[in-house]
Every structure is written in C-alpha cells, then in structure tokens.
C-alpha cells in the first residue's frame, strides 16, 4: 500500500483540515453561549470536511449531540461515535424509515404530524418508547411543526409517553442579521409554541445567533459553519480561527504570445506575452465556474489571477505577476485557493455565494490531510528566508 505522504504528494489538490483549530472554535461557542450546551451539526458530511472525523475529535472535545440531516447520514456517524452521544437528524423521518432510524439508534426531529403518529406506533409494536426531537415552526415555513399542529400534539398522551420529546428545536431564519427584527418574531413565537408542550430542553441557535444575545441560546445551540471557519456573519470581522486549508498544483506552465486565447471559448485573451500555469482543481472539485476571469490562486502571497474559464479539473493563471518578485513557480509546486490570503468569504464574495456552499462543494477527489497544530500558527509564522541556512 502506498504510503499516506506517497499520495499526498501524487495528489493533484490537497485539503488540510486543522483539528485543532475546529475544537478551538467549538470551545470558543461554548464558552459564549454557557450555561447553554453545544451541539455539531454535522450535516453533508460535516460540511465537507468528514463528517466521522471532525464528530470524533469534538466528541473528545465534551460534545455530546450531532445533527445529521438525513436517516443515511446517521446511520454512517453513529457507530463511530460513543454509546452516550446523541445523532439527530434534521429532516425528519421518510414514510417506512421509522425502523432503520431506531435500529441505529438516530433520533428524529418530527417536522410534520404524520411522521410523530408513524413513530409513536412503531413504539407501540416493539413495545418500548423511544425518544424524539420536536421542531416547530417559528416563522420560517420551511420545516417544523405548525401552531395547529403543536396543539394536537400537545393532546396526545400516547404519543408523549412513547415518544417522550427530548428536545424541542426551532430554526431563525435572519440569524446572520444580528439588526434584523424578525429575530426577535420568531424567538417569542419559538417561546410560545414551546411552552403549549410538555417541558424539554430548548434550542433556537445556529451559528449566527449564537452571536445574539443570550436569550436566543436556550439550553442548545446548533453550530454548524463557525466550527469550520466561516464567519457567523459576513458583514463583520470572523472571530473564528480557519479550519481548511485547500492547495493545488501546477501542472503546466506555458509562456503565450500577445493575442492567444487561453481555455474554452478563448475568454482570455492577453495583449501582451503572457506566462500562464495550470493548476489541478476544477469545478468538479467544487471551485466554483462563476469565478472564471474573476477569482484568483495564491503563491507566496502574490495574486494570480485565474485566466480563462475554470474547467471541469483543471484552472488557468496568469502568472505574469511573478517576474517582477523574483519568483519562480515550477511543475509541482502548489499555489493556495484558501489560506492565509484568501478566506471562504473571500471566494463566496467573489462567486456570488455563501460561505456554506464553498464549504459543501470540496469534493473528495482531495487529498486530506487532518492535522492537529493549528493553520493560524502556520499563517503567522514569518517566511522563511530564500537561500540562507547554508
Ligand atoms: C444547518 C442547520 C444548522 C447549522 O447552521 P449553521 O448556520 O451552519 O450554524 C442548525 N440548525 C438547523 C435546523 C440547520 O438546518
């Protein structure tokens, strides 16, 4: 078998996840939101990231639930976690799935009538009750129980004895608008539904409104993209220390003369002599199409802009930039797509995007190294001198 640093090196692209850092940020929730619990969302496979890996190393860490957001991916964490630890999953249960989902020991979030009446008599057939998480819609129509809804279950005995809610959760949908009034709409909505059921630890939070106030908190915030890096708000400087570190390498390099066309539809077409470099990422990886001629890849901190269309597995620079520094990039070398000079934001701006969606759209094609020392001491540490230590 080929050694991990074999592959590594082989590979075209290579993602570093800092394990380290991702703790720090779910420590640095925790301790804004005590005595409020944290809980991973770990959905899409821990948005990106390795859903199995990054649940272990905050598992470690003291944190105790997970939410997944279907029965599939519940099933793949569970058994790489503790007995102790809770798997959620957001979407609920599909009609027939109610065995599977108690077989591997998940817990549904019941958005809708029909799935809790489903459940409570799957309970009744295997003779025990087991536990759920209730969402209500506070406001945002997208998923949860309806007022009317929450009133007929809050009258169903049967139900609440075998299905003995454990959690009732409820979702904003302006968190990452700390201004926007709404916020506080759905909060007391939230309250008001809550309180028509039995008592049961509450939570409203994700990421964003885990940087509102404390009375948005509850006893469990749901944290999802701030544990990965992303800010809880765009507009606002990231208190979250990067978790992702995505590099390519070159494999080409080609000087072009004034007037060539450079990638498909010849959208790139230099008036000068131009040195160009493909690197191995495309959209296939995830970089999103919308950035050809737009964004940019990193080397030793000088900007070199992407040339062309972004190809299925493959991307085009403008490496002219480079002459004036004094250096050289040669085949194999690696150029940064995150990192230190450019950040999630960075690249959702400049596509049009959400941090989320960059997130979730890294592929697996990546080599991935997970590393325990943080990339925040890499991004500080001064480069090295070229030439000296002889
Ligand atoms: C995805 C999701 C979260 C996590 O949201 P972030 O903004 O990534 O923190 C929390 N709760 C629900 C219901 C979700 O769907």
């Not at 998940?106 to 958005?111: L, S």
């Not at 390099?253 to 131009?274: M, S, W």
């Not at 080397?299 to 972004?310: E, S, T």
């Not at 002459?323 to 085949?331: D, E, S, V, W």
Request: net charge negative; aromatic share 6%; glycine share 8%.
């Amino acid at each position: 078998m080929l050694m991990d640093e074999t592959l590594r090196d082989a590979a075209g692209a290579r993602l570093t996840i800092d394990l380290m850092a991702l703790v720090d940020n779910y420590r640095a929730i925790a301790r804004r939101v005590a005595p409020a619990a944290v809980a991973a969302v770990v959905k899409a496979d821990a948005y990106g990231l390795g859903a199995r890996v990054v649940s272990r190393a905050l598992e470690a860490a003291g944190c105790a639930d997970f939410f997944v957001a279907t029965l599939g991916e519940a099933i793949d964490l569970k058994p790489a976690l503790g007995a102790a630890s809770r798997v959620l999953v957001l979407n609920g249960l599909q009609p027939g799935a109610e065995r599977v989902c108690a077989a591997a020991g998940a817990i549904p979030v019941i958005n809708a009538l029909e799935q809790a009446w489903r459940w409570r008599d799957l309970t009744l057939e295997l003779g025990h009750a087991l536990p759920v998480a209730l969402q209500v819609d506070s406001g945002m129509s997208r998923l949860g129980l309806s007022p009317d809804e929450v009133e007929v279950l809050a009258g169903d005995e049967l139900f609440l004895a075998q299905a003995p809610p454990i959690l009732v959760m409820s979702h904003l949908a302006c968190a990452d608008e700390p201004e926007n009034g709404y916020n506080r709409t759905q909060a007391i909505q939230f309250a008001k539904l809550a309180d028509a059921l039995p008592p049961a630890p509450r939570s409203l939070a994700n990421s964003g409104a885990a940087f509102l106030d404390p009375s948005f908190h509850g006893d469990l915030v749901r944290a999802g993209v701030c544990l990965y890096g992303a800010a809880p708000n765009a507009a606002r400087p990231n208190p979250m220390k990067p978790v992702v570190r995505l590099e390519a390498r070159v494999v080409q390099i080609r000087q072009i003369p004034a007037g060539q066309g450079v990638g498909y539809g010849l959208t790139y077409t230099p008036t000068a002599p131009t040195a160009i470099a493909t690197i191995s990422l495309g959209y296939a990886d995830g970089w999103p199409r919308a950035l050809s001629n737009i964004g940019a890849a990193y080397y030793q901190g000088v900007r070199l802009p992407i040339a062309g269309r972004v190809s299925m597995d493959s991307i085009t620079l403008d490496i002219s930039a480079l002459a004036k520094t004094g250096l050289a990039l040669r085949l194999g070398d690696a150029v940064e797509l995150l990192g230190a000079h450019q950040t999630l934001e960075d690249v959702a701006e400049q596509a049009g995007t959400i941090a989320y969606e960059i997130l979730t759209g890294l592929r697996h094609r990546y080599h991935r190294t997970y590393v325990e020392s943080s990339l925040a001491q890499d991004r500080l540490a001064a480069p090295k001198p070229v030439g000296a230590g002889r």
